[in-house]
């Protein structure tokens, strides 16, 4: 069994910064895509920050030039570095990624269970 686990959200005025870390564990032989999700009070999940394997990354229109994604790969472990934070980036993020276990034939998708982020004055 794989688990994922975030922390680092918190609050946070509007212009500052927060790093979010996914620290996965279990049996796991082999991590595909890493991937941080957002969700806000009545709204969808949204996309936020992708990072591959080989290190390919792409972000939201909403956060580009702002989030930085990138991960330990030897620790297991996605980061998400937020600057420049607005009130619109209050939300629960979530980490999810693409993982293979040892023994395991396929790659199965896991989530965390969220941290919050809150950005007010």
């Known amino acids: 069994q794989v688990q994922l686990v975030e922390s680092g959200g918190g609050l946070v005025q509007p212009g500052g910064s927060l790093r979010l870390s996914c620290a996965a564990s279990?049996?796991?032989?082999?991590?595909?895509?890493m991937r941080w999700y957002r969700q806000a009070p009545g709204t969808q999940r949204e996309l936020v920050a992708t990072?591959?394997?080989?290190?390919?990354?792409n972000y939201a229109d909403s956060v580009k030039g702002r989030f930085t994604i990138s991960r330990d790969s030897a620790k297991n472990t996605v980061f998400l570095q937020m600057n420049s934070l607005k009130p619109e980036d209050t939300a629960v993020y979530y980490c999810?990624?693409?993982?293979?276990?040892?023994?395991?034939?396929?790659?199965?998708?896991?989530w965390g269970q969220g941290t919050q982020v809150t950005v007010s004055s």
């Open positions: 990072m591959t394997s080989g290190g390919n990354t």
């Open positions: 999810n990624a693409d993982f293979l276990v040892y023994g395991g034939t396929h790659y199965y998708n896991y």
């Open positions: 279990g049996s796991i032989f082999s991590i595909n895509v």
